[in-house]
């Protein structure tokens, strides 16, 4: 029996399908270019992209264009600001 929504979001998942992101979420994502990127992290062109080949912050190819999901990025800051706290404390 199908108890899912008509209307509701159906989840996003990567590649290897391990990560669930709940389409509600995604739906309201604010994306950010490469530019709005560098600005934000206050980081250069180069230190993105090897940030994003590296996989080690979020980041989808949009046609030609590269966008990352701002809210992600924010979170995966703030995990590793808390990590660094927890361990020099």
Same mark, same amino acid.
């Given at each position: 029996?199908? %108890? ?11 590649? *290897?399908?391990?990560?669930? =992101?709940?389409?509600? =979420? ?5 994306? $950010?270019? %490469?530019?709005? !990127?560098?600005?934000?992290?206050? $980081?250069?062109? *180069? *230190? !993105? #992209?090897? $940030? ?7 980041? #989808?190819?949009?046609?030609?264009? !590269? !966008? #990352?999901?701002?809210? $992600? ?9 808390? =990590?660094?706290?927890? *361990?020099?404390?």
């Amino acid at each position: 029996m199908n %108890t899912s929504k008509k209307n509701e979001p159906k989840p996003f998942f990567n590649e *290897s399908k391990t990560t669930l =992101i709940d389409g509600n =979420i995604a739906k309201d994502e604010e994306w $950010l270019t %490469t530019e709005d !990127v560098m600005k934000h992290l206050n $980081l250069s062109k *180069s *230190s !993105v #992209y090897r $940030l994003r080949v590296k996989k080690l912050i979020p980041a #989808y190819k949009l046609g030609g264009t !590269v !966008v #990352y999901p701002k809210s $992600l990025i924010n979170k995966m800051l703030l995990n590793k600001a808390l =990590i660094n706290l927890n *361990s020099n404390g």
